[in-house]
């Protein structure tokens, strides 16, 4: 028999690729940190010889969510400002309060404090934005999680730099300082249209080719920022945007919920990627984003939570249900985003916009084996007659039982092998008295 490092047996198992597909009474085996195989459970115990295996009868065994926006170290300012417009959010709450309080210490132990909920809630990947990158990376490394760090780039000064020139500066030595680890790249994150000008976003695409990186933004958030384009520029943001050649297959596009169809056509053309954030997006009132006529007219969109500040809840089930229904709505098809196409976003979509499609996304042989469980035996959960409908319609991340990223446990039975829970949780209260003291 073949020696694997680990058999999983699952009561189903969800591979994403090929669509639609739910395999019942199932096997991933893995080793050197790869799916090797999935497999009936009966042929799995006459093929392999594992170290360790895993019984998991009552479960949903699935790619790990990959989260396509997050700005994690803000989880230590959840709930800090609500019911309020994106601009008076931010400009009187948000940034005061970072002013006030970001650190490097403040962005390791904001995403420690986001780690623990994103393993706990299925998200295995995150797509990060924000100031202090070395403070992610070293977070999400000793969360053993796997990411791509956008270090943000503005024209204003911040607590943590003076200038356009020094942000990128900064994004560049955190890059070189952590370009080993297999677990993380990184992007290059100018905030918005509206806090970077055409020089900085010329420089960024210079660096965006010559270093192969990634770069992401948010666009197209609020209706206000395409009228203030309109006032300053002449033009709506996007179309700037692809004047200056930001748009690209390496573009990911944060919200774009004001699009036009001619919008939509363009970043078809480019090959760009969106990230949907959908209770970020309606609990600032910012809209709903055209999300089926993306797909239709082939844009890659992913799902993201955006930050705890502005969501929440760092909690991709809740997004995946809300997106799949958020689209029936708005278009008045209950056909738009089926469940197995909302789980697609939630993974392989997201895994294809941080260019790591062939590594993680889906479980095929050869991949990463970046993978969770979800317990399905509970009176909330059954009966299950399709488990992709389940994993979009009915479970909660409250059901996530184990994790697993580079064949690695990362948590197991909802504990962090990785993250001292109650150690972090100090912290957060911590902070929580530090910030509230000064408010």
């Known amino acids: 028999m073949q020696p694997v490092d680990t058999l999983i047996h699952a009561g189903w198992v969800v591979p994403v690729e090929p669509r639609a597909t739910a395999l019942a009474d199932h096997c991933v085996a893995i080793d050197c940190g790869k799916i090797v195989a999935i497999l009936p459970s009966g042929e799995a115990h006459g093929r392999y010889a594992a170290k360790q295996t895993v019984e998991l009868p009552g479960h949903i065994v699935c790619p790990g969510l990959v989260n396509l926006h997050g700005h994690s170290a803000m989880a230590l300012l959840r709930g800090l400002a609500d019911?309020?417009?994106?601009?008076?959010?931010?400009?009187?709450?948000?940034?005061?309060?970072?002013?006030?309080?970001?650190?490097?210490?403040?962005?390791?132990?904001?995403?420690?404090?986001?780690?623990v909920e994103m393993l706990r809630g299925g998200t295995t990947c995150v797509n990060d934005m924000y100031?202090?990158?070395?403070a992610t990376a070293r977070a999400l490394l000793q969360?053993?999680?796997?990411?791509?760090?956008?270090?943000?780039?503005?024209?204003?000064?911040?607590?943590?730099?003076?200038?356009?020139?020094?942000?990128?500066?900064?994004?560049?030595?955190?890059?070189?300082?952590?370009?080993?680890?297999?677990?993380?790249?990184?992007?290059?994150?100018?905030?918005?249209p509206y806090t970077v000008s055409?020089?900085?976003?010329?420089?960024?695409?210079?660096?965006?080719?010559?270093?192969?990186?990634?770069?992401?933004?948010?666009?197209?958030?609020?209706?206000k920022e395409i009228s203030d384009?309109?006032?300053q520029y002449g033009v709506r943001p996007l179309a700037r945007l692809r004047q200056l050649g930001l748009l690209t297959p390496d573009f990911v596009g944060i919200h774009a919920v004001h699009l036009s169809a001619?919008?939509?056509?363009?970043?078809?053309?480019?090959?760009?990627?969106?990230?949907?954030?959908?209770?970020?997006?309606?609990?600032l009132a910012s809209g709903i984003a055209p999300v089926s006529a993306l797909l239709q007219a082939g844009v890659n969109v992913g799902i993201g939570t955006d930050s705890a500040a502005?969501?929440?809840?760092?909690?991709?089930?809740?997004?995946?249900?809300?997106?799949?229904?958020?689209?029936?709505?708005?278009?008045g098809q209950p056909e738009a985003v089926p469940a197995w196409q909302a789980?697609?976003?939630?993974?392989?979509?997201?895994?294809?916009?941080?260019?790591?499609?062939?590594?993680?996304?889906?479980?095929?042989?050869?991949?990463?084996?970046?993978?969770?469980a979800v317990k399905i035996d509970s009176a909330e959960a059954l009966p299950c007659f399709d488990p992709i409908s389940h994993l979009v319609y009915c479970l909660e991340r409250s059901q996530v039982s184990d994790a697993w990223i580079n064949g690695e446990p990362v948590l197991q039975q909802r504990q962090t092998t990785r993250i001292n829970q109650e150690q972090i949780l100090a912290k957060a209260r911590w902070w929580h008295a530090r910030i509230g003291q000064q408010r």
């Open 343 to 372: 789980l697609e976003m939630a993974t392989l979509s997201g895994a294809t916009a941080l260019g790591w499609q062939n590594r993680i996304g889906s479980l095929l042989p050869g991949k990463y084996a970046d993978l969770i």
């Open 143 to 192: 969360a053993g999680m796997r990411g791509t760090i956008g270090a943000a780039i503005l024209e204003f000064p911040t607590g943590y730099a003076s200038d356009a020139d020094d942000y990128i500066g900064k994004a560049l030595a955190a890059r070189d300082n952590f370009k080993h680890e297999a677990l993380l790249q990184f992007a290059l994150a100018p905030h918005a």
């Open 131 to 134: 100031f202090h990158p070395e």
């Open 83 to 115: 019911d309020l417009l994106l601009d008076v959010w931010l400009q009187q709450h948000i940034w005061p309060a970072e002013a006030a309080h970001v650190s490097a210490e403040f962005v390791e132990d904001g995403t420690l404090l986001a780690a």
């Open 198 to 223: 055409d020089a900085t976003f010329s420089r960024i695409v210079t660096l965006a080719e010559q270093l192969q990186m990634p770069v992401h933004m948010h666009i197209h958030e609020t209706t």
């Open 310 to 331: 502005s969501n929440n809840r760092l909690d991709m089930f809740t997004e995946l249900r809300t997106t799949a229904l958020l689209a029936k709505v708005a278009t």
């Open 229 to 231: 384009s309109l006032n």
């Open 262 to 283: 001619d919008e939509i056509a363009i970043l078809a053309q480019h090959g760009c990627h969106i990230a949907h954030n959908p209770s970020s997006n309606m609990k």
